[in-house]
């Protein structure tokens, strides 16, 4: 069984920075694609930034020149620091990974329980 466990949410005031985590545990080979996906009140669920296993990364429009998304593939890890933050990115951030699992590397898409991020102006 995999796992993905986010922290790093919290209240923060307009203009701060936040860095999310996720690390991938349990009977885990590698994590391959990975992202950040948020869902604010009363909306849909959004793609947020993207990676790939080779570091590719891909973002909102929205949040383009304020967030980068990391990762350490080595601590199956993927982070996501965001800065200039603004109310309208209050929202829960989840993260997702398409895994590979060990022993019998099979493909496994896995994601976390998701963690709150408040922005006060």
């Known amino acids: 069984q995999v796992r993905l466990v986010e922290s790093g949410g919290g209240l923060v005031l307009a203009g701060g920075s936040l860095r999310l985590s996720c690390a991938a545990s349990g009977s885990i080979f590698s994590v391959n694609d990975a992202g950040w996906y948020r869902q604010a009140p009363g909306k849909q669920r959004e793609p947020v930034a993207t990676t790939t296993i080779d570091g590719d990364s891909d973002y909102a429009e929205s949040v383009k020149g304020r967030f980068t998304i990391s990762r350490d593939n080595a601590k199956n890890t993927v982070y996501l620091q965001m800065n200039s933050l603004k109310p309208e990115d209050t929202a829960v951030y989840y993260c997702?990974?398409?895994?590979?699992?060990?022993?019998?590397?099979?493909?496994?898409?896995?994601w976390g329980q998701g963690t709150l991020v408040t922005v006060s102006s």
């Open positions: 997702n990974a398409q895994t590979r699992t060990w022993p019998d590397y099979r493909s496994l898409e896995v």
